[in-house]
């Protein structure tokens, strides 16, 4: 059911509900499609309105200005309103939902880069992977099969040799709008459920609790009317879960009186972006490199046909049953009857060599020249946690429509992940002369400190890219991070969060796909606790 705060009475308490999730981006949309038609009676707070597309309302927006420190600054300074959108929907608007699954190693700790694990093993995550691909139609969950991928791409990863340092890995990609606009997607699903009430116009500004901080007992939220602060109203319910992004749960609880803190200070800290060289290096061949090589690495749409029985294309079905569709469609609804979406390969790490040289998981994608015997080398890879690297308020500076300091990002990076950066250049230039490269050029800089990089405008400038990660980190102890495996929060006991915030480590994978599964684990486990179907 779709209402309006608009329509509340100044004052209003909205209660009567299992379970308020706050936020309707990529994970709050997940857990509420989970939850429809359960057991549960969901309330889902959204900023936005059942309209939004594409660009977010610019009052709304303005909440997402904040600050940035002095090292994001020279790397990104508009970063904090250009990489997260305030709508329904969330960030979803705008991007080509990139998917891959961690691989089992992210979740693990690596001695001589970071101590941090996963309290949980990939397998945990898996089955949750497999319902997570489906949003995104993807097909099967077999990114390891590498023989079926070469058959789809007409296409293959150099030749393995003996003692190689990388391998072939493969990315995915939906861009069509009625997939990744997780709100367009599910519309008909989240209006229809009966109960489900999805409320619009609705903003959280700060969480009450009682027992001394460890119990929610309501929120207290607002409208906003012509770029104004509008009518108040509060919300109750048993549990609650805060899906408001990797940075703006940080700072809802950082309003809210540090809610959740630990006795090592860690709300806030540890945050993570994958730091991205998108023209790292420069390559060249002594001849054209073959057509089957420059296809795994092009991105291609690809239209895979399902067996009969596969349940959302792909549960339960053994990837060789899917048929890849190359013929032309006669007729255009017929399209309805295959999964489209776009692959390609990258080179990335083999596990040995991870555990052998302590640096972060990373991927490099080859984009070749016209003249084929060319490629310049673009490098994305994990962030070692980094306490000081945190978001915390700006009481500086207020937000323009209900007066509370902004989110102030102070992204920092480690000597460890500059020595990441460099030796994973190492290793992959390394790797592409042993497969015919016959010179190469750095286009970035990777010497010096921590600090030391190629800033903008200039070529090979670092970028911080638009996953945010960490600063509510999982753990199995309370002294060493914020949730717990569930993601609860250590020192509440009905409070919950959805999102990348709550990742130890990172990987190099694009965080969606995981965002969503951990989003389905969390809302089996709510339906679990109340012991509902």
Known sequence: MYLHADQLPEGTVVQGFDLCIVGAGAAGIAMAQRLANSALNVILLVSGSPDDKASPDRDRQSLYHGTTGSFLQKVDPVFTQRSRLNMYGGTTNHFGFWARP???????????????????????????????????????????????????????????????????????????????????????????????????????????????????????????VEGQRGKSFKVRAKAYTLACGGIENARLLQLSGDLGNNKRD????????????????????????????RNFFREQQIRLKPPPNALGGTRGVNAGAYQHMVTPLVNPELVFEYLT???WGVLVPTPA????????????????????????????????PNEDSRIRLDLDRKDPIFGQPVAHVDWRLKETDKRSARRALEITLDYLCRHGAVSHEMITDVTG?????????????????????????????????????????????????????????????????????????????????????
């Open 102 to 224: 961690l691989d089992p190693v992210d979740f693990l700790s690596r001695p001589g880069f970071r101590d941090s694990a996963w309290p949980f093993a990939f397998d945990e995550l898996e089955p949750y992977y497999i319902d997570a691909h489906h949003f995104g139609q993807f097909g099967p969950l077999n990114y390891d099969d590498m023989s079926f991928w070469e058959d789809v791409l007409y296409g293959r990863c150099f030749d393995p040799m003996p003692d190689d340092k990388m391998t072939g890995a493969i990315m995915h990609a939906q861009y069509e709008e009625n997939l990744h606009d997780f709100q367009v997607q599910f519309r008909d699903q989240l209006k229809s459920a009966e109960n489900l009430t999805v409320l619009f116009n609705a903003h959280l500004l700060d969480i009450a609790t009682g027992g001394e901080g460890r119990h929610v007992t309501e929120l207290n939220c607002s409208t906003i």
């Open 353 to 384: 060599t991870l555990r052998e040289e302590g640096i972060g998981n990373f991927r490099v994608i080859l984009n070749f020249g016209a003249d084929r015997a060319s490629a310049v080398v673009n490098l994305n890879w994990e962030q070692a």
């Open 341 to 343: 979406f776009n692959a």
């Open 449 to 533: 400190g921590a600090e030391d990089w190629t800033f903008p405008p200039n070529e090979g400038a670092l970028e911080a890219g638009d996953h945010h990660m960490g600063a509510l980190r999982m753990s199995t102890a309370p002294e060493d991070g914020i949730v717990d495996p569930n993601s609860r929060l250590h020192r509440v006991d009905n409070l919950y969060i959805a999102g990348s915030a709550v990742f130890p480590s990172g990987g190099y994978a694009n965080p969606t796909l995981t965002i969503v599964a951990l989003a389905l684990r969390l809302a089996d486990h709510l339906k679990a606790v109340a012991g509902g179907p």
């Open 266 to 293: 860690q709300l806030g800290r540890g945050f993570m972006v994958h730091p991205l060289l998108t023209n790292a290096a420069r390559v060249r061949f002594d001849q054209a490199i073959p057509t089957e090589i």
